[in-house]
């Protein structure tokens, strides 16, 4: 199983781009799910989280403008972007703690990442 990721690209600053990230395929069940960005010459780092009940959790550097949610039916997570700013252009990866079918075994698995530039 892949996770694809949607929704990146160049957006002006002040932008509310959304982020969409969801299995290539169908799975058993997905637990936990999350964004990560990863700018150039750093570490990755946590954007936010959601668990399956929808507790989440959010970067210090995020609260207040990005929003993270999640559609169990689709099996998706959303990272709704806004009030963008060009410190924030970086590649963003979602990742997800899920089981598929075939096994007991619970993985997490990351997404390709999507490139988002914060630029005038």
Known sequence: ???VESGGGL???GGSPRL?????????????MGW????????RELVAAIT???STNYADFVKGRFTISRNNTKNTVYLQMNSLKPEDTAVY????DL????????????GQGTQVTVSS
């Open 1 to 3: 199983v892949q996770l």
């Open 11 to 13: 957006v002006q600053p």
């Open 20 to 32: 969409s990230c969801a299995p290539s395929k169908s799975i058993f069940s997905i637990y936990a």
């Open 36 to 43: 990560y960005r990863q700018a150039p010459g750093k570490q």
């Open 52 to 54: 399956s009940g929808g």
């Open 93 to 96: 990866f979602c990742n997800a």
């Open 99 to 110: 089981r598929e079918f075939w096994t007991s075994v619970r993985i997490v698995y990351w």
